[in-house]
């Protein structure tokens, strides 16, 4: 054993490792790693092989391996005086392949290069034969072609004859529009019920419901509420608690003041109420609360 297989040896046991496991981690063969720990190097393919496998031994094992080419140089072979020979007669085998077959290399290019040229200008000359003799077929049959020749009396006759009949189609069109619509007057629409906001202070406001044709009013109970529903002279319509379906109804009130000039609305939980006028929802000037709004409505029936 050599020194320095006895150095690789020591150091491999020193980390615990077999050869099979340093074989597993290396990739190299169990038998070339006993004959670098042997110093038995003769069951390798040769020296470049050698110093490969030393150095991914010394490698796997955390080891320096230019510090192990240079200690143990003497006991390692070298690779370049094995390789040089090797190479030369590489290079003379090259020789000798190629030395005959050289011409026939250069001319190749040469020939398809010269190929591929023919090959695109015989596609040209294909295509611009091609076109020009479609250019040309097409210009003939233009040629041919027989010209109409029409008088300018002519044209002036057609003209007058086409503007005749336009006017007579329009005077029919317009004719026709006209009695449509003396048999159809047009429909003035009736202007849409308004329920404007006049006056809102504090928990009192008042509105003017105009362009209706009646006066009804609603109210619509979502939990619990008092209400009372009175006209312009204090006669009360309605007085009294409703409440939602849940609590027990009844859930609304209708009364008609369609016969009234005003009606005064006492709500004691705006918050929990709605009031529709003629079946529009009416918007509280005062944002709704738990607290009473007295909301007074003036009513301006439609003029017939």
């Known amino acids: 054993m050599t020194e320095l297989g006895n150095r690789l040896k020591e150091a491999r046991l020193a980390k615990g490792l077999s050869l099979d496991d340093l074989q597993s981690m290396t990739k190299i063969q169990k038998r070339y790693l006993i004959g670098i720990e042997e110093g038995n190097y003769s069951s390798m393919p040769g020296n470049f092989y050698v110093r490969a496998f030393i150095k991914q031994y010394a490698e796997a094992l955390s080891l320096n391996p230019d510090e192990i080419f240079e200690t143990y140089q003497s006991e390692i072979p070298a690779s370049y ?71 300018s009396e002519n ?38 019920q308004e329920i404007t906001v006049v006056q809102s202070s504090g928990k009192n406001s008042t509105y003017d419901l105009k362009n209706a044709d009646k006066f009804v009013v609603k109210l619509v109970s979502k939990g619990q509420t008092w209400v009372s529903i009175k006209n312009g002279k204090g006669n009360s319509f309605f007085q009294g608690t409703l409440k939602s379906l849940e609590n027990g109804g009844p859930e609304s009130q209708t009364v008609d003041l369609t016969a009234e000039s005003s009606a005064v609305i006492r709500v004691g939980n705006a918050a929990d109420t709605e009031i529709y006028v003629n079946d529009q929802k009416l918007e509280y000037a005062v944002a709704p609360t738990k607290d009473v709004q007295n909301i007074t409505i003036q009513y301006v029936p439609k003029s017939e």
């Open 155 to 192: 044209l002036d006759k057609a003209k007058g004859n086409e503007k005749e009949k336009d006017k007579k189609k329009n005077n029919g069109k317009d004719k026709e529009t006209t009695k449509q619509e003396e048999k159809n007057p047009p429909i003035d629409e009736a202007p849409k």
């Open 81 to 151: 005086n094995e390789e040089l020979p090797q190479q030369l007669s590489r290079v003379n085998t090259q020789k000798n392949i190629t030395g005959g077959n050289s011409k026939i290399y250069n001319i190749l290019p040469k020939i398809l290069i010269t190929v591929f040229i023919i090959g695109i200008v015989s596609l040209l000359y294909i295509l611009i034969t091609n076109y020009a003799g479609k250019g040309s077929n097409e210009s003939i049959n233009k040629k041919n072609d027989p010209v109409k020749l029409i008088k």
